[in-house]
């Protein structure tokens, strides 16, 4: 429905695998990225990196003990909307 509307959806799999649900986002018509999460430096830059190259009008970030490090970084690439959801 959203992509017929010319609306792109990604996801990005921050755990050591991607997990059960990849394949099943990717018949839905997301595009899966794969950055294993590590509290370094350089995974912050490659997630800001990621952000920045594909300049989202939004980011959802469901990862709890990064959201706030997550958020920072996504409001420092200029995504304009930040949605966090803890389970």
Excluded at 6 to 25: R, S
Excluded at 33 to 62: C, E, M, N, S, W
Aim: hydrophobic share 45%; glycine share 6%; net charge negative.
């Amino acid at each position: 429905y959203l992509t017929n509307r010319g609306i792109e959806l990604h996801a990005l799999g921050t755990l050591e695998n991607l997990g059960d649900f990849a394949p099943i986002l990717q018949e839905a018509h997301y595009q899966i990225h794969h950055l294993p999460v590590a509290y370094t430096p350089a995974f912050f830059g490659k997630f800001y990196q990621f952000l920045r190259q594909h300049q989202f009008d939004a980011v959802h970030i469901h990862t709890e003990s990064n959201r706030t490090f997550l958020s920072f970084i996504a409001k420092v690439a200029g995504i304009p909307c930040i949605v966090t959801t803890v389970h």
